[in-house]
């Protein structure tokens, strides 16, 4: 009869719980990658209009079109604020995702180990009963050639 693990199941569920954190962590990663990037949109989008603001500062340019300027300028500024904080959100997720990544993995190698441990056990008292076996037969087998 082959190996069998007594906590075979546990060991499943466990590994499950761990590919299920691995899971996670990645949509983690996934949505704050997305939102660096629109962080990124945005503050380029910011600095682009700023340099054109100067450059039309330097030549003449309508109060109107100014206060536009001003107040799209201050819309990109508050929204480089909102998208830093969700930065910084996600990145508290992500660390919060990896951490439980690390405990899922840690439940499932102590159970993994234990596995590995009840198989060289086995092993062990395998080889020692074959090893009782055919010492028996090789002293039955003299035994008769005595006789």
Known sequence: ?????????????????????????????EQLALAKEALGELTHEYSKVSTTLHKNLQ???????????ADYLARLKQDITQKALEVAEWEDVVEQKRKRLLEKDKDW????????????????DRRSKEQKALEEMAILRHGRRFV
């Open 59 to 69: 030549q003449r340019i309508r109060a109107h079109e100014l206060r536009n300027y």
């Open 1 to 29: 009869m082959g190996f069998q693990f007594r906590y075979e199941s546990l060991l499943n569920y466990r590994r499950h719980l761990k590919d299920m954190a691995q899971v996670e962590l990645a949509r983690s990663l």
């Open 109 to 124: 190698k102590i159970i993994d180990k234990l596995k590995d441990k009840d198989f060289q056990r086995w092993q062990t």
